[in-house]
């Protein structure tokens, strides 16, 4: 099943087989410490900062009516990014007017609501070349993992949940693999 309908959006499940990557990786002194001035509160920054980077391009396979379509899915890590917020399930808890969590009872104990995200990165269309492209932060051991598995010389597939709310379309879920998710 590639595509199915609910009431609040359109889910569809996209296949992706990998042609070619790029990836960059580097260490530098923080910017704030050789700008005029820091450009965002830095005090629990690091020094030195590295980050790294991957750029995946491929072509979608999966499902028939997106076939030929082609993509462009980036990683990146970057350790001045540290001190940045992890959006945690009390993060995401229902509020009511007061901000208040909401709970409701569900066989006599009580369970919290949540608002479920519709994705961590958004898929926009790029007008030349004609493709799709994708941006996201990710943890190092995803980019670690990534890399590991773009060494192989295996074919290498990306499987992407892809969320239609409204005119956006949200990745819900993205995986790098060696099997054909095509085939599942």
């Known amino acids: 099943m590639a595509r199915k309908r609910t009431g609040e959006g359109e889910h569809t499940h996209l296949a992706i087989k990998v ?3 790029d ?7 923080n910017f704030n410490l050789i700008a005029s001035r ?7 920054e690091p020094v030195f900062v ?15 009516e997106r076939d030929g379509e ?6 990146g890590y970057d350790t001045s990014r540290r ?3 992890v959006l945690t399930m009390r993060d995401v808890q229902k509020r009511d007017k007061e901000d208040l969590p909401v709970y409701r009872t569900r066989r006599g104990v009580a369970e919290p609501v949540y608002v479920c995200p519709n994705g961590f990165a958004v898929l926009d269309r790029a007008r030349e070349p004609r493709s799709w492209r994708c941006y996201f932060r990710a943890e190092q051991h995803l980019v670690s993992d990534w890399l590991s598995l773009l060494a192989h ?3 290498l597939f990306i499987a992407i ?7 956006k379309r949200w990745v819900r879920s993205i995986s790098l693999q060696t099997d054909d998710p095509s085939q599942d």
């Open 50 to 64: 590295s980050s790294t980077s991957i750029e995946i391009h491929g072509t979608c396979i999966y499902p028939a």
């Open 23 to 29: 990836v960059s990786s580097d260490r530098s002194l």
């Open 83 to 85: 001190g940045d917020a």
């Open 161 to 167: 949940h892809e969320y239609k709310a409204e005119r």
């Open 19 to 21: 042609e070619r990557y």
């Open 70 to 75: 082609r993509y462009e899915i980036s990683a």
């Open 38 to 44: 820091p450009w965002r509160d830095c005090q629990a």
């Open 153 to 155: 010389d295996r074919p």
